[in-house]
């Protein structure tokens, strides 16, 4: 009987894995707050003007136009949900507290969108209306974010 041999060509080596360990999970937010801290760069998912945005150090962001401000204000996003960098991910049970992550944004204008057309009509009536009109907008600059070291009590 001929023996069941298989044949593999000297190229074509049998794959072999190499296994990927993933980075350790941390076991408290202090240590995931750390090792957040430590990547090069970060991003948070913040409530703002009744949406959420991802937002890094030094975006601009483009809001419904907030009366109570004027450009050169500093705000201080509060409703921050989740805080990340590259490896990891932290997120709030529904926002993360405000003492462990600071996030300011400067107005820098208040300005006007694209003109914008809504044209209005009642068919067999000779009823023909067009309204045009801008919607008005504040862009804020995304300051850094920082996240505090924790105080040992």
Same mark, same amino acid.
């Given at each position: 009987?001929?023996?069941?041999?298989?044949?593999?060509?000297?190229?074509?080596?049998?794959?072999?894995?190499?296994?990927?360990?993933?980075?350790?999970?941390?076991?408290?937010?202090?240590?995931?707050?750390?090792?957040?801290?430590?990547?090069?760069?970060?991003?948070?998912?913040?409530?703002?003007?009744?949406?959420? *945005?991802?937002? &890094?150090?030094?975006?601009?962001?483009?809001?419904?136009? +907030? %009366?109570?401000?004027?450009?050169?204000?500093? !705000?201080?996003?509060?409703?921050?949900?989740?805080?990340?960098?590259?490896?990891?991910?932290?997120?709030?049970?529904?926002?993360?507290?405000?003492?462990?992550?600071?996030?300011?944004?400067?107005?820098?204008?208040?300005?006007?969108?694209?003109?914008?057309?809504?044209?209005?009509?009642?068919?067999?009536?000779? *009823?023909?209306? &067009?309204?045009?009109?801008?919607?008005?907008?504040?862009? +804020? %600059?995304?300051?850094?974010?920082?996240?505090? !070291?924790?105080?040992?009590?």
């Amino acid at each position: 009987m001929a023996s069941l041999l298989r044949w593999c060509s000297p190229l074509r080596q049998p794959l072999t894995r190499a296994l990927h360990t993933a980075p350790a999970l941390p076991d408290s937010t202090a240590t995931a707050l750390q090792l957040i801290r430590s990547q090069p760069s970060q991003y948070v998912v913040a409530s703002f003007a009744g949406r959420k *945005y991802i937002l &890094t150090p030094r975006d601009m962001l483009t809001v419904p136009h +907030l %009366r109570d401000v004027k450009v050169g204000d500093v !705000l201080v996003l509060d409703e921050i949900h989740e805080l990340g960098s590259r490896e990891y991910t932290l997120r709030g049970n529904p926002v993360i507290p405000a003492n462990k992550v600071k996030v300011e944004a400067t107005v820098v204008e208040h300005t006007k969108g694209q003109m914008e057309y809504i044209f209005k009509k009642k068919r067999r009536k000779g *009823y023909r209306k &067009t309204i045009q009109h801008k919607q008005p907008y504040t862009r +804020l %600059r995304i300051g850094s974010i920082e996240i505090p !070291l924790e105080q040992s009590s």
